[in-house]
């Protein structure tokens, strides 16, 4: 049985337009946003929209780690300065459920 690739992506500052734009470049993936801004109760209700702690918060990666795995997904892009730097220094940790970060 041949297996199917993994083409979920989680993009981070899911609520501003440039997440938005960008996943108009993966239409054949199935796309979930995450942010750390409040998100309203409605995108949150649609399943596409994950809350995440503030950056600052010490379960960020964790969270984020944590919504990668729950939503099974294969890439991770990150679009703010903070995230990039926060999670670059434990990548190894996305890297080790074979999740592709990409900044």
């Known amino acids: 049985m041949e297996q199917v690739p993994n083409n979920t992506i989680i993009i981070t500052q899911g609520t501003s337009a ?3 734009k960008r996943a108009k470049e993966y239409s054949g ?3 979930f946003f995450a942010d750390s801004v409040p ?3 409605p995108l949150l209700s649609s399943g596409k929209f994950i809350q995440l702690p503030p ?3 010490q379960t960020f990666i964790h ?3 944590k919504a990668c795995l ?3 997904a294969s890439t991770l892009m990150l679009l703010s300065e903070s ?3 926060m999670v670059l220094s434990e990548k190894f940790l996305f890297e080790e459920y074979d999740i592709e970060v990409i900044c």
């Open 39 to 41: 998100v309203p109760k």
């Open 63 to 65: 969270e984020l780690l």
């Open 70 to 72: 729950d939503k099974n």
């Open 18 to 20: 440039a997440a938005q």
């Open 55 to 57: 950056v600052s918060a």
């Open 83 to 85: 995230e990039i730097e």
């Open 29 to 31: 993936s199935n796309v």
